[in-house]
């Protein structure tokens, strides 16, 4: 360890040389021999841990070199000798704390050396004292710091959360507009076969009116069919109300091919036109199912209107419709021998707005409108589509046994 600095101030050169032969051993001593000398020693060597001073010196007393002293740095700790009579003259110094301890002149060895190593002592803990300040200072700016980036980081995670909220917010409007437009888009799409039938019966009584060849029985069956076909449009429409899920409730015990004969009213013509035959085969005893029949109509209705798009063109188009009990379900097996899905895309065609045809052609509806009735009434429906022999959807729906007085 290097040895503590003393400054010795004294107007005696005899006393400077027996304090440096005394201590020099032990501390690392500077001397001067007057106020003004001290000042300028003492603004070289910051590190001085303690100034000793004679209190009577020309130009300047010790209490006032030591004042000085304290004004520019009050660390060093500061040491006067006296002689008995000067006392009184510093006492005043020494209640103003200005000053560690004064020592008698004549000092002895023993006793400036304790006086000497207590000051070194007390300089140390001083110095240790502000290190430790410094310290203190610098973590209290590392925590403030620390909380200071906590509170930045407790603020952006609010913003962020904030923003994950809004976002939410907004995606759940979006994925509400998106189903409304699909709902919208869907009634659009399954009223558009009624209303066709509509226009054509109107077009015709209103040629037959023009031509004079009014049949008033077959306006009478147009008119009651028209009918049917509002009445089924306004119910299409109702299931805006319900979000287009179908309610149970509603459900009546319906006949799979009766079902299919009230579809193929709006296709018979079409289907006659394109030369396209439509068989189909019912096993004895077929059960019932529960359901709503306009929805199980929009069924028929969309696998009537595909199987039409994919036979555009086929030689001998066919259609056939096989109703059988399977276990606990009906079973319907609708085929067609028409173009068929490419085994890419079989997976997709339920899918909403999956479609391959050309724009203004298909939306890519029809078939995950069957889904979502399929679903609705606990059934299933799957497409098998073998290369080169057109296209089959294979529908269970869950039987209705009740009505057979041999069931349970
Ligand atoms: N009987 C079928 N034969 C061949 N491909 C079919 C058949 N039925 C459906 N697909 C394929 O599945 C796709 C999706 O059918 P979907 O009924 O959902 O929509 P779309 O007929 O294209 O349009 P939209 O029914 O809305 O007018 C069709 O584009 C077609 O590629
Ligand atoms: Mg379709």
Same mark, same amino acid.
């Given at each position: 360890?290097?040895? +503590? ?72 700790? #500061? ?37 000497? #190593? ?30 200071? &980036? ?6 952006? &995670? ?6 994950? #909220? ?39 009584? @209103? ?15 147009? /008119?009651?069919?028209? /009918? ?16 287009? #899920?179908?309610? !149970? ?31 189909? !085969?019912?096993? +004895?005893?077929? +059960? ?9 109509? &929009? ?60 724009? @203004?052609?298909?939306?890519?509806? @029809? ?24 296209? &089959? ?16």
């Amino acid at each position: 360890m290097t040895k +503590p600095k003393v400054l010795y101030v004294d107007d005696e050169e005899i006393n400077l040389a027996n304090f440096v032969m005394f201590f020099e051993n032990e501390f690392d001593i500077l001397t001067a021999q007057s106020g003004k000398d001290a000042l300028r020693l003492f603004s070289d060597h910051q590190d001085l841990a303690v100034v000793v001073s004679d209190q009577r010196m020309p130009e300047m007393t010790g209490v006032k070199l030591l004042a000085e002293i304290y004004a520019i740095n009050p660390d060093p700790i #500061r040491i006067i000798l006296t002689a008995y009579a000067d006392i009184r003259d510093i006492t005043d110094a020494i209640n103003q704390g200005h000053i560690f301890q004064y020592v008698q002149k004549p000092w002895h060895f023993n006793e400036l050396q304790l006086i000497l #190593r207590q000051a070194v002592d007390k300089y140390r803990l001083i110095q240790q004292n502000k290190e430790l300040l410094v310290l203190l200072d610098e973590k209290n700016q590392l925590l403030t710091a620390a909380n200071r &980036q906590l509170e930045a980081d407790l603020a952006l &995670q609010q913003r962020l959360e904030q923003a994950r #909220r809004e976002a939410e917010v907004k995606m759940l409007s979006q994925s509400k507009l998106a189903s409304l437009g699909e709902i919208a888009t869907g009634i659009a799409h399954e009223i558009n076969q009624p209303l066709t039938f509509i226009q054509i019966a109107l077009q015709a009584s @209103g040629r037959d009116i023009e031509n004079g060849t009014l049949d008033l029985n077959e306006l009478s069956a147009d /008119i009651q069919e028209s /009918i049917k076909q509002v009445r089924r449009i306004t119910k299409i429409i109702n299931h805006l109300r319900t979000f287009g #899920r179908a309610d !149970s409730s509603d459900f009546t015990e319906l006949s799979l091919p009766d079902i299919l004969n009230n579809s193929l009213i709006l296709y018979q013509e079409k289907l006659k036109v394109n030369g396209i035959g439509l068989e189909s !085969s019912t096993s +004895p005893d077929l +059960p019932l199912v529960r359901g709503d029949a306009v929805q199980l109509e &929009q069924v028929f209705i969309n696998l009537i209107q595909n199987a039409l798009d994919a036979l555009a063109g086929v030689p001998s188009p066919r259609i056939t419709v096989d109703f059988r009990q399977h276990y606990e379900t009906v079973m319907v097996t609708f085929s067609d021998n028409g173009c068929g899905v490419p085994p890419q895309v079989i997976t997709k065609i339920f899918e909403p707005f999956f479609t391959t045809k050309p724009i @203004g052609k298909g939306t890519g509806l @029809g078939l995950s409108i069957i889904y979502g009735i399929i679903a609705d009434h606990n059934g299933t429906i799957e497409c098998q589509s073998p290369p080169g022999q057109g296209c &089959q959807f294979i529908i269970t729906l869950p039987a209705w046994f009740n009505h057979r007085p041999h069931a349970d």
